[in-house]
C-alpha cells in the first residue's frame, strides 16, 4: 500500500510572517490526519521559522530547490547540508518552471538528485510535458527521457516523484483524472524499467491545478498516490481540505 503524499508548493510567495501565520492556522486543522504524509515547501527565506514551527509535528517540510556542490564559491545558491540543517527533510527538483526559466537539464537535475540523497535529503523529483509536446504526439518520448536521465544511477530510497503537465500548472485546467491515471501508468511503467518491482511502493504526485473539488476524484486513481500543489495551497483552509480529501 503507498501512503498518500500531499505537498504544498509555495513558489515564490510569502515573506517569514506570512508563513507562520499560516502555519500556526494549519498545524491544529490537520493535527489528526494520521493516514497523510504532509509536507509544506515554503521559500528559502522562510525555511527556519517553518522548520521550528514544525519541529515534531505530523507536517514536514521541504525545500523548492537546491545546489548540487557541497559548499564553495556559488554566489546564491544552497547546498543540501544547509537545507537539511533548517529542519527539512525533503527537496522538489526538476520543477518545470526550473527547467523552463532557469535552463535547468537532465544531466544537471541528475546531479542534484544525487547530491540531495547523499546528504540524507529526501526528493521530490518533477517530471511532465509541454502543451506542444503533448500535442505534437512527444509527450511519451519527453517523460520516459525525464526519469531515465533524471534518475540515472540514483535508487529508490527517499524518492518521490511528481507528474506536472506543464499545461495543467497555474492554469486552472486540471487534467482528467483519466489523463492523469494514462501519464502516471506510464511514468511507472518507466520506473518498473529501471526499479523493477521497487516501482510499485514508490509515490507518483499529480500536480496542475489541483483543487479541494477535483483532488478526490484525482486521488480515485490507482496509480495517483498524492498530489503537489501550487496556488490552492497559499490559503490553509484551501490546503486543509486538499490533505483532507477523503
Ligand atoms: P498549481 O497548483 O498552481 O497549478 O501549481 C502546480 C505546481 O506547479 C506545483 O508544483
Redesign the pocket.
Known sequence: MRRPFISA?W?MYKTTGETRDFINAFLPAVKSVSDVDIVLAPPFTSLAAAGELLKGTNVDLSAQNMYFEAEGAYTGEISAKMILDLGSKYV?LG???RRQYFGETDEFLNKKVKAARAAGLSVIF?IGETLDERNSGKMFDIIKRQVVGGLKDVDTNGLVI?Y?PVW????GVTATPEQAQEAHKFVRDQLRNVYGDKADDLRILY????KPDNVKELMAKPDVDGA??????LKPDSFEKIVKFR
Do not use: D, Q
Open positions: 508548493n513558489k522538489i520543477h518545470s518552471e518533477c511528481a506536472e495543467a500548472i497555474g492554469t500536480g496542475g491545478s489541483v503537489l500543489v501550487g496556488g490552492a495551497s
